[in-house]
C-alpha cells in the first residue's frame, strides 16, 4: 500500500527567511514567474491584505504570509547541519529577521503536480531577497540562488527531486552505508531506506535518486520482491519493511544486488 499523503503536516509548505519584514512586490513577482515559466499555468494575484497575499494558478490557491520574527531556531537547526550540499547554511540563516509561510492548499489532484506548483511559486517569491529556502516536506533548507536554479528547469517528466527529497546516507559500518529518505511519503511515494551498502556514496545516491524519480513519474508503488534493472550489473529488489527509524511507518528497503546469469 502507497504511503498515505495526509500524514505529514508540513506537506505543501515552505518558508522563506528574510532579511527584513516586508511582502514581495507582487508585480515582480507575477512578471517573474511568466518569464520563467511561460508555458506553465499562469500566477495571478487574487487578493492582497496587510501581511497576506493570496494568488491563483491553474486551480490552485497559495498564500503568503509574513510573519515579523525568525523562524524558530530548532526548526532551523538539524536541517542547516545535514546540509552537506550548502556548507554555510547555518551562518547564513542566523541572521534572518522575519519569514514568509508559504503555504498551497490541498486539493484534489496530482501530488506531484501540486509540488511543481508551489516550487514555482516559492522561486518566484524567494528571488526577491529571501536568504534561504526551507521546503517542509521534506525538512530541508536550500540556498536561494541553488533552489532558483534547479526550480527554473523544473518539468512534468524531470523532477526536482534534490529540492522536495532529503536523501540522508550515513557510514554504516566500516566500509557500509546506510540510505533513507524524507519527502517522498508527501508525495503520495513510499520512503525508501537500505543498509549494508557495500559502494560509492554517490553511486547510492544515483540509485535512490533513479528509484524515486520512477515512483513518482509512473505512480508506481514497489510490492515485495519487485526487481528494478539499475544498470547492467545492478539490481534492486524491493522489500516491504517497517522503517528502521522507527514509529511503525512501511517503507521500501532495497536490497541491491548484482546481475547474473
Known sequence: ???????????????????EAALPDVDDVVQWYAQAYPDAPPLTLASASQGIQTYTLGGRTLAATLIPHPIPWEQLEGPCAT??????????????VAHLLVVLVDEPGKSV???????????????????????GPGRLVHATPAFLEQARQVASDDLPLFLW??????????????????????????????????????????????????????????NEGDTLGLTDEVEAIAHREPSMLGGGMEVVRLEFAKITG
Not at 531577497?129 to 521546503?135: E, L, N
Not at 508525495?187 to 544515483?206: I, M, N, W
Open 1 to 19: 500500500m502507497a504511503a498515505q499523503e495526509t500524514s505529514n503536516p508540513l506537506r505543501w509548505l515552505a518558508l522563506l527567511p528574510l532579511p
Open 113 to 135: 503536480d501540486h509540488a511543481l506548483a508551489l516550487t514555482r511559486v516559492v522561486a518566484a517569491l524567494a528571488q526577491q531577497g529571501s536568504v534561504g529556502v526551507f521546503w
Open 83 to 96: 546540509a552537506w550540499y550548502w556548507p554555510q547554511a547555518a551562518e547564513t540563516l542566523r541572521e534572518h
Open 165 to 222: 527529497i532529503d536523501f540522508r546516507i550515513e557510514e554504516q559500518a566500516p566500509g557500509q552505508l546506510q540510505l533513507y529518505t524524507t519527502g517522498l511519503a508527501a508525495l503520495g511515494a513510499d520512503e525508501l531506506e537500505t543498509s549494508g551498502y557495500r559502494g560509492s556514496a554517490q553511486a547510492l545516491l544515483e540509485f535512490a535518486y533513479n528509484i524515486g524519480h520512477f515512483q513518482l513519474l509512473q505512480n508506481k508503488t514497489l
